[in-house]
């Protein structure tokens, strides 16, 4: 096929496609309109705040806010369903609507389908769940690799799938527009109305009747004023970026990327910043470069691992996945570890640190129902939103984001839709054993991909049996004896006070020191004070010991024994812990575990915010702390040459100062302080007699 041609006539082969071969909707099913008639009389009609009376509101983001303002609506055509952002998830949510016969026009803001793993780059799978139209796409693509006129790549051929999905989306009748960026909704008493985007014909607009947003950040909700979440609880900050870059070796196509460093999606200079300082700073290094290795370009979309997360019908949180709660209405499952990759462990959430820090089970993959309610944010109607910005948290996500899950996500939107046009029936209100059959019928949804817990490298991961939590007490025993003792660690914690005597003696004990100091581990995540004097002499000692229990990225037990130290709020190590933050010296790398490690300022970084987050855990106990910990945080901090570098994942010289994310934190635990000082002092001035009886 002539690319350039088919680009050029997108439209119209798409529109004789809708008319020739596309399968037809059962007109009853849709109210008695056709679909192609329905569109132009939807527009005057049905949808008009002229005609009808009907209140019509575009909402918009302006110089990054929210707005909403009255808007006149009379939009030449009508579809079934707009899809914006025809990447990951979109290509598929498209495709699989158009498949249902619905009238589908999808928005894409660059020139091709496939988002972040073709223009994007991230030509690679990484756990995720099999099953779905995307194999069948995956397919066409291996197939068409075979093909002695395309040059050879690593994972899934980014050009290759672009074609594959474009083809099959003609072929289903989507009308694509590309370099088209969508900057408005239509909202009638907040439901979706129809969209408007910029691009070649300038500004533009359509109706639809539902939109599903995949833009990987949810604009379209945020536009249409829905509540989301953005970033870790502490400061906001998102996972990293990366700036991937396209290279030939060996003559075949490959990509690579390190992370890059952080960008805030919401704020267009930081963008601009994030690209450039990756792009020259990092991406572009003569030293990768040899003759059997050649640079090609940089992708054209930015490797974005953390946006926005709408606020929706239901949650997905990795709190309810540590306490069992799962729905019983999975649309898919998605499967992997925690794959943070944030070197600053310290600043994750309690539930992170305990998981990936006290037990390093950062390499434990694990599925994840994930309900039609995590793509429906709350208070709009007739909008769905697929792909890494559905209702997970900022703790889940790392788990929930993978390619073939987020293809899952766009193909299940794509036939919630449709049910939901067919049936007449609102997305809220979607009966799940109408919905189930459509997704078990194309593999989207599939019992086996419900795996349970694993634990291995991705190419080994359908041989490897699931793992249970272990209940045996000679079993944890010899789990905390060794050096994987994650496992035994968390299976502890699980059965709670019922270990509490035997952890308690196992800790009390002097002669094994992993059995030792791995149940003062347990101890204290179950907030119990016997772990105390085991902790503490693991701190002083600086145990170098990387536990073995994850694949990577284990975490040492000597900054680990810091966080549980503050955990417990131990006041007594106060002292201590204000040392190590002016001990920078004092910390030469001893790690076993260079991929998480690679040289003395990241190992003191480590202990640097491990010590400093206990300090604010143990002064938020203890009040009569505060002063003198954030005097000498700030002594420290607010030196205009204090620096820490951490490497990027997976590098070991792509360096990364973390002085302004450490002074933020600082500054942030100083207003919070001084705020609650402020509310103490006023209440305390309107108490009759003024006294200060409670913190
Ligand atoms: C650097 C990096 C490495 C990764 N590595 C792996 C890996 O090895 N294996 C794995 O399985 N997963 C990996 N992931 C995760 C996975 O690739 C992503 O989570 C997933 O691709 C996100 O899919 P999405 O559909 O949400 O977003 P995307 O695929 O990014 O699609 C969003 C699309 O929306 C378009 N868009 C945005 N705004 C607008 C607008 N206003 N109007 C019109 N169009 C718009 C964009 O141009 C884009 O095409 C990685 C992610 C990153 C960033």
Redesign the pocket.
Known sequence: MDVGRRRGSIRRDAAAGADADRPRLDVAAVGGVPAAARGARCGSEFLGMGECGMTITIGERRNGVQVSRPAAFAPAETYDVIV????????LAAIAAAERGLRVLG????N??????T??A?V?????NKGGLFEEIDQEVQRLSGAAAYTKAGGVNADLKKLALERRALAAGVELRYE????GVYLEHNEVRGLR?IGPNGPDEAGCRIAID????A??AAMAGASYRKGRELDGKAQP??N?LVWINDGAVHTF?T?SGYVDVEDAEDYARAVLESACVHTHQPERFEERRKFVKLAP?????EGRFIEGERQVTFADFLDDKETEEPIFYAY?NVDNHGKDMAFESENQRDWIVAASLWGLNFSVPVPLGALLPKGVGRLLV????LAVDHDLAPCV???????K??EAAGLAAALAIETGVPLTRLPYESLKPRLLEKGCLLAANHKGMRDGQPSMDEAMPSIRWLRDEADIQSGLDGEKPGLAIWSAKRLGGAMLPSLRAWAAQTERVHLRRHSAFALALLGDEAALPALRETMRERDGFFPKTSRKYNQARGYAAIYLLGKLGDETVVPELIDILRSREAFKNVSTDVEFINHDDEYFFQYFTFALRALFQIADRHPAERERVITAAREIVDEPSFALHVTMKPSKDVNFDMADTIRGVVRRQAEAWSTSQRQRENRVAARPGGSDVTE
């Open positions: 914006v952002g025809l990447g990951t998830a979109g290509a928005i894409e803001r660059l091709a389908m496939g988002g972040t793993g223009l994007g991230v690679g799978y990484y756990f995720g088209c960026t969508a900057v985007w995949c833009t990987g950040d604009e379209i970026f990366s991937a990327y992370d979309l930015l490797g974005v691992r992997s697929a792909g890494r910005a984001r993978m390619k073939r899950d987020m293809q996500c766009g």
